[in-house]
C-alpha cells in the first residue's frame, strides 16, 4: 500500500523535499487522526458533532479514562472503519532513498541510525511548524485548549513503544545533545521534566531538515575562501585550523581571533576557510540577540546541519557588557553541538569570561612593525617618487595594516597624478577618524594666526613639547630608541587656573603640528554600569591607535583623579577604570593632553607616565598686555583704548579678555558709521565679566573711569 501525499498534515497541500520526512509526517497526522476519532467516542460527542472536534472534558475523566477505555479502545481500533483505514496507513513502509541532502532529516536519520521511536518524536516536534492546523489537533488530544505542542504525554498516548521516550529524551542523544530537539520544562530546575514538558524544534532548524535546498538564512553571510594575507600570518592560520581538522571528538570549538584595530578579522576567515576546505559564514545581526539560547542555539544547530562553521566578529556589534556576558554563558553551554564558531575581538576582556579549556586554537595576528610599514608603502607606491624621509614619518604617524596601505596608493595611482607628501597625508586622514566615537568631539583649530602669550619658562616647555613630537620618528626609527619605550607617544599635562590657555595652546599644537584634534567627552565616557567605562576608553584609544593625534581631555581630574580607598564596590571598580587608564596611556603611540585646574587631585601614578607638565600661571601684566593688543581686527578703530591701563588694572586671564572683547564687539556693531570703539564699552563689558565669575571689583580699579560704572550701578544694571 502507497503513502497518500496529502496525508501528511491537515492542512491541505503542504509537502516537503524530504521523502523520509514526510513518511513520519505522515505517520504523525495518520496517528493524531486515529486518536480523534477514538476520542469522540470516549468523550461521547454526538453524531451531529462528528464533523467537529471533539469537546474538552475535566482533567480528572480524562486521566481516569485512559484506563478504565484501555480494552475498549483496543477493539474499536479493530473494528471501526475509520479507523481500520488509517491503522493501515500506518503499516506502509518507509521509503528506502540511496542519497540523502545533506542536514535533511533523512540525512540526521542515517547519520545516526536513528531508530522509529526518534523519527516519530523528531516528525511530531516538526508537525506544528509546518501546519497551522496541527496545534489544534493536539490540544484536543491532551484535552488542554492552551496546549498546543506535543508534549511528552502525547507520545506516551499515541506511540506504540513508549518505553523507548526515554532515551530520546536523555542529553547524550544526538537529538537533544545537537540542539535539534527542545524539551521544554515550567520547572525551575531545568533537569526535572514532567509529562507536560513540550518537545519543541526550533523553526531555524525545522526549516533546514525539511527543506535543506532553500537559500541561505537572512543574516549569515557566506565567506568566500580565499588566501589572502601574508605568507608568515597565512602559516600562523594554517597551523591553527590543523589542530582542528585533527580533532576526533566533535564538540563546539571556539576559536577567538585577535586583529590589529582597524584591520578586518574577516581575511583571516577567509585564509582559515581555505585551509580547512569547510564554508564560513558570517553572522550580522546584533549581539544582543545572540544572548539569549532562543536564538544562539537554534543558529549553531542550523550551521552544523548545513555543514557550516560560523564567524561572529564581536567589535562589529554594539552591545553592553551584560549582553557579552549572556553571550558567552549561552556559547558555553553549546559545547556538544558539533561546529566551529570563529569569534572577531580586540578586548581581551570578552575572551577571559570563556572557560579556559573551552577554547581551542587562538589565532593573534601581531600589528605591522614600522620596519614591514616602510616596506608595505614602499612596495604599494611602486615606481612613485616620494622622498625616504617623508616615507618613514607617514610609516609611524599612520600605523595601517597592508591592506589599507594598499587601498590608499591604489586610489592616489590612479588619479594620475604625481604623488605629493601632502596627498598623502590627506589619503592617510580619510582613513582614520574618530567620527563615529559619541564622546570624541573633532575640533577644528582657532587660533592660527591669534599668537599664544606664555611666560618664558612656559614658551620655552611648548617649543619643546612641539619639537619632542617632530622628532618622534628620528629618535625612535633612526637613533633606535623604539623598542625601549614601546613606540610610545607623547603625554602632556596642562594645569592651570581656568581661562589661562590650555585649551588654546592645545588647538595651536594641532595646528602646528598638522595634527587632528578630539575632544574627550569625559561625561559620556564615565557610565554608570560596572565595566562599561573601560570599554568606552577602550574603544577610545584603539581607534586613535591608528594614527597620529590630539586626544584632549579636558577636565581631566574627573577621570584621572587619585585612586580612593577601597571602602565599596564603586571605590573598586573606580580604581579598576583608573589602572586601565594608566595602562593604556602608557601604550598610547599617539598625542594626549590632559587638561586641569586642580593639578593636585591629579593621581600621582600619572604624573610617572606623562612626559610633560606644562603650568600655565595666570598672566603677568606684561602678558595681558599683549593679550589685549591682539584681540581687535585691524579694521576696528581702537585709538580710544588705553590697553596700558586694562593690563596694569585688571588681573585677568586670557580667556576672560578674550569674552570681554568678544562682547564690545557685539554691543558695539549697531553703531553707524566706521567700526570704533571706547574706553566706556570696555569698562561696562569687564563689569559684566567680573559679575559674570561673581567676583567683586573694587571702583578704584576703574580710575577716571569709575563714573561710568557708578552710572551704570546707579541705573539699577
Known amino acids: 500500500m502507497e503513502m497518500k501525499r496529502n496525508d501528511i498534515s491537515f492542512t491541505p497541500g503542504l509537502d516537503v523535499n524530504d521523502s523520509l520526512a514526510n513518511y513520519w509526517l505522515h505517520q504523525v497526522s495518520t496517528r493524531l487522526r486515529r486518536e480523534i476519532c477514538w476520542i469522540r467516542v470516549e468523550r461521547g460527542t454526538s453524531e451531529s458533532q462528528q464533523e467537529y472536534l471533539p469537546t474538552f472534558t475535566d482533567q480528572e475523566s480524562y486521566a481516569l479514562g485512559l484506563g478504565r477505555f484501555y480494552e475498549k479502545k483496543s477493539e474499536f481500533m479493530q473494528t471501526d472503519a475509520t479507523a481500520k483505514y488509517l491503522t493501515s496507513q500506518l503499516e506502509v513502509s518507509p521509503p528506502t532513498p540511496t542519497e540523502y541532502h545533506y542536514g535533511s532529516f533523512g540525512w540526521l536519520k542515517e547519520t545516526f541510525g536513528l531508530n522509529d521511536t526518534s523519527c516519530f518524536i523528531l516528525a511530531l516536534g516538526l508537525i506544528t511548524n509546518i501546519d497551522s492546523a496541527a496545534g489544534a489537533i493536539i490540544a484536543s488530544t491532551l484535552n488542554n485548549p492552551h496546549m498546543t505542542k506535543p508534549t511528552l504525554a502525547l507520545v506516551q498516548r499515541i506511540w506504540d513503544k513508549p518505553k523507548e521516550l526515554y532515551n530520546v529524551i536523555n542529553p547524550s542523544h544526538p537529538l537533544t545533545a545537537f540542539g535539534v530537539l527542545t524539551i521544554e520544562t515550567n520547572h525551575r530546575e531545568e533537569q526535572l521534566l514532567n509529562w507536560e514538558s513540550t518537545l519543541t524544534i526550533p523553526a531555524l532548524v525545522s526549516r533546514q531538515l525539511l527543506f535543506p535546498e532553500d537559500s541561505l538564512l537572512?543574516?549569515?553571510?557566506?565567506?568566500?575562501?580565499?588566501?589572502?594575507?601574508?605568507?608568515?600570518?597565512?602559516?600562523?592560520?594554517?597551523?591553527?585550523?590543523?589542530?582542528?581538522?585533527s580533532e576526533s571528538v566533535p564538540s563546539l570549538r571556539v576559536v577567538p581571533i585577535r586583529i590589529p584595530f582597524g584591520s578586518s578579522p574577516k581575511n583571516v576567515v577567509k585564509t582559515a576557510s581555505f585551509f580547512t576546505q569547510v564554508p564560513i559564514v558570517e553572522y550580522t545581526g546584533n549581539l544582543i540577540s545572540l544572548s539569549s539560547p532562543v536564538l544562539?542555539?537554534?543558529?549553531i544547530t542550523y550551521c552544523w546541519l548545513r555543514g557550516l562553521d560560523l564567524f561572529i566578529d564581536l567589535d562589529t556589534m554594539k552591545s553592553q557588557s551584560e549582553d557579552e556576558h549572556s553571550f558567552v554563558k549561552v556559547l558555553a553551554s553549546l559545547?556538544?553541538?558539533?561546529?566551529?564558531?570563529?569569534?572577531?575581538?580586540?578586548?581581551?576582556?570578552?575572551?577571559?569570561?570563556?572557560?579556559?579549556?573551552?577554547?581551542n586554537s587562538h589565532i593573534e595576528?601581531?600589528?605591522?612593525?614600522?620596519?614591514?610599514?616602510?616596506?608595505?608603502?614602499?612596495?604599494?607606491?611602486?615606481?612613485?617618487s616620494v622622498a625616504e624621509e617623508e616615507l618613514l614619518e607617514i610609516s609611524r604617524r599612520f600605523r595601517f595594516e597592508q591592506n589599507t596601505i594598499n587601498l590608499i596608493c591604489k586610489g592616489l595611482i590612479n588619479s594620475g597624478v604625481t604623488i605629493t607628501h601632502?596627498?598623502?597625508?590627506?589619503?592617510c586622514r580619510l582613513m582614520v577618524s574618530l567620527d563615529d566615537i559619541e564622546f570624541a568631539q573633532k575640533v577644528e583649530p582657532r587660533f592660527e594666526h591669534e599668537k599664544l602669550i606664555l611666560p618664558k619658562k612656559q614658551a620655552i616647555q611648548f617649543n619643546e613639547i612641539k619639537t619632542a613630537m617632530l622628532n618622534l620618528t628620528k629618535v625612535f626609527y633612526y637613533w633606535g630608541l623604539a623598542k625601549v619605550w614601546n613606540e610610545g607617544g607623547i603625554s602632556c599635562l596642562f594645569t592651570g587656573p581656568s581661562g589661562t590657555g590650555k585649551t588654546m595652546a592645545a588647538e595651536v599644537l594641532a595646528q602646528q603640528l598638522e595634527l587632528p584634534m578630539y575632544r574627550i567627552d569625559l561625561s559620556q565616557i564615565v557610565n554608570k554600569y560596572i565595566g562599561e567605562t573601560e570599554k568606552n576608553l577602550k574603544l577610545l584609544f584603539d581607534a586613535a591607535e591608528a594614527s597620529d593625534m590630539i586626544l584632549f581631555f579636558d577636565e581631566a581630574d574627573a577621570l584621572f583623579g587619585k585612586r580612593t580607598e577601597i571602602k565599596d564596590a564603586h571605590d573598586r571598580y573606580a580604581n579598576i577604570t583608573v589602572s586601565y587608564l594608566l595602562e593604556r596611556m602608557e601604550r598610547f603611540k599617539g598625542f594626549s593632553i590632559l587638561a586641569t585646574n586642580r593639578r593636585k587631585d591629579i593621581d600621582e601614578a600619572f604624573h610617572r607616565r606623562i612626559r610633560y607638565v606644562l603650568e600655565f600661571p595666570k598672566p603677568s601684566k606684561q602678558e595681558r598686555y599683549l593679550i589685549w593688543k591682539q584681540q581687535f581686527p585691524s579694521s576696528i578703530d581702537t585709538?580710544?583704548?588705553?590697553?596700558?591701563?586694562?593690563?596694569?588694572?585688571?588681573?585677568?586671564?586670557?580667556?576672560?579678555?578674550?569674552?570681554?572683547?568678544?562682547?564690545?564687539?557685539?554691543?558695539?556693531?549697531?553703531?553707524?558709521?566706521?567700526?570704533k570703539l571706547g574706553m566706556r564699552e570696555i569698562m561696562i563689558a569687564v563689569k559684566r565679566e567680573y559679575d559674570k565669575m561673581e567676583k567683586v571689583v573694587n571702583l578704584d580699579h576703574f580710575g577716571s573711569h569709575s563714573n561710568i560704572i557708578r552710572e551704570l550701578e546707579g541705573n539699577g544694571s
Open 218 to 245: 537572512e543574516g549569515l553571510t557566506p565567506i568566500k575562501p580565499e588566501q589572502c594575507v601574508d605568507e608568515k600570518t597565512s602559516n600562523q592560520i594554517r597551523l591553527a585550523v590543523s589542530k582542528l581538522k
Open 296 to 299: 544562539l542555539k537554534p543558529l
Open 335 to 359: 559545547k556538544s553541538i558539533p561546529t566551529t564558531v570563529y569569534l572577531g575581538y580586540s578586548d581581551r576582556r570578552v575572551i577571559d569570561l570563556f572557560p579556559k579549556s573551552f577554547l
Open 365 to 384: 595576528i601581531k600589528p605591522s612593525s614600522f620596519e614591514q610599514r616602510v616596506q608595505y608603502w614602499t612596495d604599494a607606491l611602486e615606481d612613485q
Open 422 to 427: 601632502s596627498d598623502l597625508l590627506d589619503a
Open 639 to 675: 585709538s580710544e583704548i588705553d590697553i596700558e591701563f586694562l593690563a596694569s588694572q585688571f588681573s585677568l586671564t586670557g580667556g576672560s579678555i578674550r569674552s570681554i572683547a568678544l562682547n564690545v564687539c557685539l554691543q558695539s556693531a549697531d553703531k553707524k558709521g566706521e567700526p
